[in-house]
């Protein structure tokens, strides 16, 4: 995955400026070639003349050649500034302390725009006053700024550090979201990575897949459409997970999903979950088990049948969480 954007010196007064200066240029030389006569105090010398024009030429080509080409990512930020810095300047992810997109005065901190050093940073820039900071683990602190609002900066904010959801879930107390949030925020932004989220399923990190079925809850009450197509792998390749907390959330998830699922797809999920509340001793699996149960039991017949004693036997259970559960359940389907 890459992100390349091309920026320009495109600012409207910066033209005009360029243009009145020329404009000025050539009147001046039509005083002296052709008039003969001074252009303000004294009549310019030939050289003098030459000078400015190969002064004015530089200047021009200058501004009509100056590309930032900013280039991001799973391995590092990197950019050139032509023609000043032909080659790609290289920014790490690995190698990064932090960064982050921010919003800049750049008349303010840097006094204008182009390549500029404030004492503290370096600024890289063209136009805007969006960019992203980065801080080196090294301590060395550059600002590389890049203005469009939907290309390298939002392709980082969007995507952090270019580090992948799997790593970016882990870490932290088990019992934390960590940056689920985020992932979730992200996704719901961006529908396409929600392969890449589903794939954490997979991780050999527990934590991750505790945050991944997590992740799964919101986006299913947020935006359930992004989990429709992947039913048949929830009820195949997720069923098969020996964890509790993607054994509850399948629970959930059946829930919310019943109306999208064929029938076929309610017979697979109600034997996963009638496998759970016969076999699993978790009592959060337990319980969200009973609560979509039930629920679908009222217009299955034979379902009913089937979860009441299980629901009686779960009343005598030791944890108040469940026994009260099963109390309530068996109430609703009838004792």
């Known amino acids: 995955m890459r992100q390349r954007e091309q920026q320009r010196f495109t600012q409207w007064f910066i033209w005009v400026l360029l243009i009145f200066v020329l404009v000025m240029a050539a009147v001046a030389k039509y005083y002296t070639y052709y008039l003969k006569e001074p252009f303000g105090n004294a009549l310019p010398t030939d050289e003098l003349l030459r000078v400015s024009d190969y002064a004015l030429a530089a200047v021009l080509l200058i501004f009509m050649s100056a590309r930032l080409i900013p280039e991001v ?12 810095i032909p080659w790609w300047k290289r920014y790490p992810w690995d190698e990064m302390e932090s960064f982050e997109v921010v919003d800049y005065d750049p008349l303010d901190e840097f006094l204008g725009w182009g390549i500029r050093y404030n004492f503290k940073t370096w600024c890289y820039n063209v136009k805007g006053n969006k960019g992203l900071r980065i ?25 952090g550090s270019m580090k992948t959801f799997e790593t970016r879930l882990q870490g932290g107390h088990p019992n934390s979201l960590g940056n689920t949030i985020e992932v979730v925020n992200e996704v719901l932004a961006e529908n396409a990575l929600f392969n890449e ?15 991944t079925s997590n992740a799964m809850k919101r986006i299913c009450k947020a935006e359930k459409t992004l989990l429709i197509p992947y039913i048949d792998r929830f009820l195949t390749d997720i069923a098969q997970i020996d964890q509790a907390s993607a054994q509850w959330t399948l629970s959930q998830l059946f829930g919310m999903l019943e109306k999208d699922m064929t029938d076929d797809q309610i017979q697979q999920a109600k034997a996963i979950m009638k496998h759970n509340l016969a076999q699993h001793q978790d009592w959060i699996v337990l319980t969200q088990t009973m609560e979509t149960l039930t629920k679908w039991s009222k217009s299955d017949v034979d379902l009913k049948e089937w979860v009441k004693p299980h629901l009686k036997r779960l009343t005598a259970d030791e944890r108040k969480s469940v026994s009260g559960k099963a109390k309530k359940m068996l109430d609703r389907v009838g004792r």
Request: charged fraction near 35%; include cysteine; glycine fraction near 4%.
């Open 197 to 211: 989220l589903f794939e954490c399923y997979f991780s050999p990190d527990e934590i991750v897949r505790l945050r």
């Open 73 to 84: 990512d799973e391995k590092e930020l990197r950019f050139k500034y032509l023609p000043f």
């Open 135 to 159: 801080k080196m683990k090294s301590g060395k602190t550059s600002a590389d700024w890049h203005p469009k609002t939907r290309g390298v900066c939002t392709f980082v904010k969007t995507h």
